[in-house]
């Protein structure tokens, strides 16, 4: 499985973007698809997840009600619509997979920095 994400940049705070990742390969194998964001100086971690079984999400508490994970019904797109854009979303966003056999996948990271 191969990963590219796409659609970071510069936004003002309270604006949105849209984040795309384009996935090839095995896509069939998929189970659970991610974004990750690490921002300068911290450790990476799991902004929205989607299990692709049975369609659930889940939301780091910082942005639930802001943030929506989605995908398409052949898995070739995963996708972050982000709303509401707060200068501390600031950060390098990683979209990555994991397969049924446990294995994951990672995908070059896009920046996004929002300006105060």
């Known amino acids: 499985v191969q990963l590219q994400a796409f659609g970071g940049g510069l936004v003002q705070a309270g604006g949105s973007l849209r984040l795309s990742c384009v996935i090839s390969?095995?896509?069939?194998?998929?189970?659970?698809m991610n974004w990750y964001r690490q921002a300068p100086g911290k450790q990476r971690e799991l902004v929205a997840a989607?299990?692709?079984?049975?369609?659930?999400?889940n939301y780091a508490d910082s942005v639930k009600g802001r943030f929506t994970i989605s995908t398409t019904d052949i898995k070739h797109r995963l996708y972050l619509q982000m709303n509401t854009l707060k200068p501390e979303d600031t950060g390098v966003y990683y979209c990555?997979?994991?397969?049924?056999?446990?294995?994951?996948?990672w995908g070059r990271g896009t920046q996004v920095t929002v300006s105060s």
């Open positions: 989607l299990n692709t079984d049975g369609r659930s999400t």
């Open positions: 990555h997979v994991q397969d049924r056999w446990s294995k994951t996948h």
């Open positions: 390969g095995s896509r069939n194998s998929i189970n659970d």
